[in-house]
């Protein structure tokens, strides 16, 4: 594979984000890529709805805009133009392949399946990793926990003057060690 190549797909991957724990790319992405206007995009999905069951296509609501425009995926609301998203799976891409079918559209097409593949084996190759990690995070707050529930004791011990004797008078003040 040449390194432009690797740029490209890098470039599509960019582009894929998991909503609702799939991973999927924004019609506006797929209409950049295949050089026509989002709204055509639209328009061609929507002739051929019946092709973009809810598991290959979905628009997206409210919350998920919102969360898309605080991770800057979207700049604003005001981008979208009052239209809300639809978003596309690995089997909606591939099915919008067939409704845009220019030479750009297939080749485009092509590009993208090697992204969702490329994605996919880094997944499954790195999945032992991601469950490793997961296991340390758990365990570093169950330390965590631990060791701030002592320091909590302590310091209640510190602040409990009922335990504590008096050692050594002085003018200004008592000396206190506990009594454990």
Known sequence: M???TLAKNQTIQDKIYTIRGVQVMLDRDLAKLYNVETRALKQAVKRNIERFPEDFMFELIDSEIDSMVS?????????????KPFVFTEQGVSTLSSVLSSDIAIKIHIDIMRAFVSMRNFLQNNATLF??????????????????????????????????????RTKSRELFIPKW
């Open 2 to 4: 040449s390194g432009l």
């Open 71 to 83: 991770q800057s995926v979207i700049p604003s609301k005001k981008h979208l133009g009052g239209a």
């Open 131 to 168: 469950t490793r990690l997961d296991t340390i995070e758990k365990r570093q707050i169950s330390y965590e926990i631990k060791t701030d529930s002592k320091i909590e004791s302590v310091l209640n011990a510190l602040e409990d003057k009922s335990i504590m004797h008096p050692i050594k």
